[in-house]
């Protein structure tokens, strides 16, 4: 079975904080993604990488960046929380690019809070 | 532009079938999926589609039908258990997905 694991279920931060959100796979796939989700809004692409040290931006790459620096780990960062970013986010992983090997398999979320 | 249109809710009563439906469109198409997400919990796969048809799987069922950018999702003899958010996503090229904003499946007894 595919796990994706997420360093937090619940985080709870202030305004102006620098916020890292990290994600682990145990299936050695190429691809990792970021997404946050919220009412009404559906699932939102933020950022993704296809390699190591590679990143794509997604829909809402806004006040986010991220990092990968092993195969296995995708890390986002809020540069400095807001209110805004207060949202549920999800890390999702996918072993390849072509037909069924796109599936994208998620973690558990990790919901955020911005005070 | 790219869009992918399901609708926001669903009611229906366990035994039941229930269709819900997906249009997308997109600039490109390598497949659809559809994804399972109860409420608090990270979605989950449930099928994927690239060529026109039917795919079944067990009490679930999808469709694809690309010349028309529609799809469905069929869930028969509903249990209560399925009640749940149901995501309709469209590969179009490449790597990432693109999402529809889900629908959401109330199941009574």
């Known amino acids: 079975d595919v796990k994706v694991t997420q360093s937090s279920r619940y985080l709870v931060k202030r305004t102006g904080e620098k916020v890292f959100l990290e994600c682990v796979q145990d299936m050695d796939h190429e691809n990792m993604f970021w997404y946050r989700q919220d009412p009404g809004l559906g699932l939102r692409l933020i950022y993704f990488s296809y390699d190591v040290k590679m990143k794509e931006k997604g829909d809402i790459p806004e006040g986010y960046s991220v990092s990968r620096e092993k195969k296995e780990r995708f890390s986002l960062i809020l540069e400095s929380a807001s209110t805004n970013q207060t949202s549920m986010y999800l890390c999702?992983?996918?072993?390849?690019?072509?037909?069924?090997?796109?599936?994208?398999?998620f973690g558990p979320g990790t919901r955020l809070t911005v005070l | 532009g790219q869009n992918i249109d399901q609708p926001t809710e669903m009611t229906a009563t366990e035994g039941a079938i229930v269709q819900i439906n997906c249009t997308y469109q997109t600039s490109g198409f390598n497949g659809l999926f559809w994804y399972q997400q109860h409420a608090g919990e990270a979605p989950t796969f449930l099928s994927y589609?690239?060529?026109?048809g039917l795919e079944e799987k067990g009490r679930f069922s999808s469709f694809l039908s690309r010349s028309k950018g529609y799809s469905y999702l069929l869930l028969k003899e509903l249990q209560m258990k399925d009640s749940a958010s149901y995501l309709c996503a469209v590969n179009q090229a490449g790597t990432a997905l693109i999402f529809g904003k889900g629908t959401t499946l109330s199941v009574s007894s």
């Open positions: 999702a992983s996918s072993f390849g690019t072509s037909g069924s090997t796109d599936t994208q398999y």
């Open positions: 589609n690239v060529l026109d």
